[in-house]
């Protein structure tokens, strides 16, 4: 029997794109010659003075390899290990990332329920208690997503409120942002605007999901909290060799708006698959599309139907909600064609 070919391109994860033909031009000019190693060379302080130019001349960057690295990496510059951080219980850093923030860090990860992807300051206030008391862990850090594990975004307003009971409570907020161009663009912000002017302290800046071939960043808005993060870094593996190839991918990211340019596009194309699978009868997107994934509800045999020719991951099993997600280089093709599949298994 002849087997129906795989698409060239998915809707499982916005990893699993390919490099925008930019970075891949960046890679290419950076690789001449032989510069210094770790960082002491031009294109690692070439790409640094863009993320001033985006985010403010008084900031720290420090690049990684991936996000959990970066993640990891932000929590261990904020933290002790009786320290406890307060997250969504679909948080990134509390669901997929095998324990490393608690492994590395010490410390505990206190899971809030979340609303729409989001967690609230009514949530932070309740899990606020113990303080003190040496028998709780001290809650030390806030730890957002930015766009959500259900492809939601935090609005200005609710970003700036946590960071406030944060502040007021000798505590810090950090940002997962692995789709942190997204919701920025998805708000109409700057980068700077999105981060550093709602008060947040420390930013993982995601690189990857937005067409780097890999790389990561960690950016303090008080350079004085990464005092010791060079030797942290290094501890954790992190520290790239040939950091010139991680350093001009960011250059290019931060140029000519290529990170703008890259999630606005995949944004839209979320905006056109939801319109698209709204047409067919059963699917119901069940979280409102403000960045580049796109969370439905249907049948558990039609998951199984699609999952022959598309992969793509099952979020919440018990509730038969899928994720489907864009990137830079979808297209209404790719969307035209999938979407046919999914109307087809619905059928059955």
């Known amino acids: 029997?002849?087997?129906?070919?795989?698409?060239?391109?998915?809707?499982?994860?916005?990893?699993?794109?390919?490099?925008?033909?930019?970075?891949?031009?960046?890679?290419?000019?950076?690789?001449?010659?032989?510069?210094?190693?770790?960082?002491?060379?031009?294109?690692?302080?070439?790409?640094?003075?863009?993320?001033?130019?985006?985010?403010?001349?008084d900031i720290a960057v420090f690049f990684t390899f991936n996000g959990t690295?970066?993640?990891v990496l932000s929590l261990q510059a904020l933290t002790r290990s009786f320290h406890s951080v307060l997250c969504s219980d679909y948080a990134h850093i509390y669901t997929d990332e095998c324990g490393a923030p608690e492994k590395l860090t010490g410390c505990k990860l206190i899971p809030l329920p979340h609303e729409n992807g989001k967690i609230t300051v009514k949530a932070v206030h309740h899990a606020y208690h113990g303080i003190g008391d040496e028998h709780h862990a001290q809650p030390r850090v806030i730890s957002i997503t930015q766009?959500?594990?259900?492809?939601t975004v935090y609005q200005p307003e609710e970003i700036s409120a946590l960071a406030r009971?944060?502040?007021?409570?000798?505590?810090?907020?950090?940002?997962?942002?692995?789709?942190?161009?997204n919701?920025?663009?998805?708000?109409?912000?700057?980068?700077?605007?999105?981060?550093?002017?709602?008060?947040?302290?420390?930013?993982?800046f995601g690189g990857t999901k937005n067409g780097m071939l890999?790389?990561?960043?960690?950016?303090?808005?008080?350079?004085e909290q990464a005092e010791n993060?060079?030797?942290?870094?290094?501890?954790?593996?992190?520290?790239?060799s040939k950091m010139r190839f991680v350093a001009a991918q960011f250059e290019a990211m931060l140029t000519n708006d290529l990170w703008r340019r890259s999630a606005e596009h995949a944004n839209r194309m979320a905006s056109v698959l939801a319109k698209e699978l709204n047409r067919i009868p059963g699917v119901r997107i069940v979280w409102k599309v403000e960045a580049n994934g796109v969370f439905a509800q249907i049948p558990h045999h039609a998951i199984e139907k699609i999952k022959q020719q598309y992969f793509f991951y099952t979020w919440i099993d018990e509730e038969s909600i899928v994720r489907w997600m864009c990137s830079f280089d979808t297209t209404e093709e790719d969307i035209r064609k999938f979407v046919a599949v999914v109307a087809d298994a619905m059928k059955y």
């Open 229 to 240: 993060f060079l030797y942290l870094r290094k501890q954790s593996m992190q520290l790239a």
């Open 147 to 151: 766009a959500t594990e259900m492809g």
């Open 1 to 57: 029997m002849e087997k129906t070919p795989i698409p060239l391109r998915s809707f499982a994860s916005d990893n699993n794109a390919g490099v925008h033909p930019e970075i891949i031009e960046a890679i290419t000019r950076a690789n001449r010659g032989h510069v210094p190693a770790y960082g002491n060379d031009p294109y690692t302080q070439s790409a640094i003075r863009k993320f001033e130019e985006h985010f403010g001349a």
């Open 214 to 223: 890999g790389g990561e960043a960690v950016v303090f808005f008080h350079p």
């Open 183 to 204: 919701a920025a663009v998805s708000l109409g912000q700057t980068l700077r605007q999105a981060t550093r002017d709602l008060g947040i302290d420390i930013l993982s």
């Open 69 to 71: 690295g970066a993640n």
């Open 165 to 181: 009971f944060a502040h007021e409570h000798d505590m810090f907020l950090h940002v997962d942002g692995a789709r942190i161009a």
